[in-house]
């Protein structure tokens, strides 16, 4: 009886109610549009905000994982190529689909929740970690998986919550993969944390071992990986003089160069994924980001300015200005290290609240309507999905159209059709 008492706790309800709520607003739009499909047209089985256009060519990998393995060729070029290992998590659900035996899209959903879950549940770990009081560690829970910014704002569609992908978690729950790298992210992050308090050797290891699985599926990552333990290890070493720490960026460094030249070489050389490999994405700009965290925009401000002896503060902005500083790089890939950017934005705009309004109930007013006005991104993004425009070829198209991609889609794999759709 005790045991269910601690399970049905209210912040484990809320926690619950967090993850139930967080499931629905990502995918109930797919679910109405599969059921509301006008008379006419064909749905494809997919609505989400960011890049629907990608989701083509994800359940096209999931489909060609199931055939073919884990190895891809990029179907939608006739330039002849060898496989390469590149969208593993998708071509790694196809070669599972051959035991499950699931329509692509039915996987390609249910992966989605599996990890969103694990991601949500991450997230409320590191707010367990890091913030003691439960109604300031709700929030901060509440806001970081369903909040964001001010994309809700007519004229304001540039906020960094509308126009970065992996910025808020509505990406990441809306497709595996970016659930997947971003709770692999904040766990590498985590273990080197954890190191830091606690100079455990286990920290390292799961630290080193959640870097390489991240490096391996997003090898832009081990960038920022490499640089926050860098980072960390020196300052482990001015406090403890201590070297110990500085092993993680060298397995990392060592896993790298072994994966670089087992499988890497072949995709840098690869005429099917140069559009991949030389990608340029566009820059991110500080006007955009500090509309993305909405109203707690001023707290992480004060957070980030003010003095702090606390450690959990001050390794919170070590992790948010490495991030900023990867995410403002010159290379193609920078947007990809805005992920898990808002986690620490949030905690510390969480504490900056705490620290800049000394009276309590003043706090909590502040504290609720930050909560309210956080979620009404997610709800802007979820009215426009429910309300799928019909001219928009991402989420409809006609009847004709669809029955033309389930005769290809019937095809046998010789076929030579690129898209395998």
């Known amino acids: 009886m ?6 049905f706790t209210t912040e484990n309800l809320i926690i619950a109610a967090v993850i139930f709520a967080a499931i629905f607003f990502a995918k109930f739009p797919t679910l109405y549009n599969w059921l509301n499909t006008p008379k006419g047209y064909w749905y494809p089985k997919s609505t ?10 994800q359940v096209s990998y999931i489909r060609y994982g199931q055939r073919y393995g884990l190895a891809l060729q990029n179907t939608y070029t006739t330039t002849p ?6 969208y593993q998590y998708y071509t790694g659900l196809g070669v599972a689909n051959r035991l499950l035996k699931l329509d692509p899209f039915i996987l390609f959903h249910l992966a989605s929740i ?5 991601l949500i549940l991450v997230s409320y770990f590191i707010c367990r970690l890091f913030v003691k009081d439960t109604l300031y560690r709700i929030s901060a829970f509440i806001i970081i998986v369903l909040g964001g910014g001010f994309a809700w704002v007519p004229y304001l569609s540039f906020s960094a919550d509308n126009k970065i992908a992996g910025f808020t978690l509505v990406n990441a729950l809306e497709r595996g993969h970016d659930a997947f790298i971003t709770f692999i992210t904040l766990l590498t992050f985590i273990f080197m944390y954890l190191y830091m308090k606690v100079p455990n050797r286990k920290y390292i290891i799961w630290a080193s071992l959640a870097g390489i699985i991240g490096m391996t599926f997003h090898p832009p990552m081990l960038g920022l990986y490499l640089g926050t333990a860098g980072i960390l290890a020196f300052i482990h070493y001015i406090e403890n003089k201590k070297i110990r720490l500085f092993g993680l ?9 072994v994966y670089g030249l087992l499988v890497l070489s072949d995709l840098f050389g690869s005429p099917g994924f140069t559009g991949v ?3 340029n994405l566009f820059n991110a700009d500080s006007l955009s980001l500090f509309l993305g965290f909405g109203f707690l925009s001023p707290f992480i401000f004060w957070s980030l300015i003010r003095e702090e002896k606390s450690r959990e503060i001050f390794f919170l902005k070590v992790f948010f200005l490495i991030q900023l500083f990867f995410l403002f790089l010159p290379s193609g890939f920078h947007l990809y290290y805005a ?10 705009g969480i504490y900056g609240i705490t620290s800049l309004i000394s009276n309590l109930k003043i706090q909590r007013i502040v504290l609720t309507f930050v909560v309210v006005t956080s979620l009404m991104t997610r709800v802007h993004i979820f009215g426009n999905l429910i309300d799928a425009k019909l001219n928009n070829p991402f989420f409809f198209l006609t009847k004709s159209e669809g029955e033309a991609i389930g005769f290809m ?7 030579g059709i690129l898209s395998l759709y």
């Not at 005790?2 to 399970?7: A, D, E, P, R, V």
């Not at 992920?339 to 510390?348: D, E, N, R, Y």
């Open 339 to 348: 992920k898990g950017l808002f986690v620490w934005g949030v905690l510390l």
């Open 277 to 279: 490999v030389g990608q």
């Open 48 to 57: 989400s905000w960011f890049d629907a256009w990608d989701t083509n060519f």
């Open 2 to 7: 005790t045991n269910m008492k601690k399970l």
């Open 114 to 118: 599996i990890t969103s879950i694990i």
């Open 409 to 415: 889609s019937s095809l046998p794999k010789d076929s």
């Open 249 to 257: 960026p060298v397995i990392l460094s060592l896993a790298f160069i």
């Open 81 to 86: 190529h060898k496989p390469v290992f590149i």
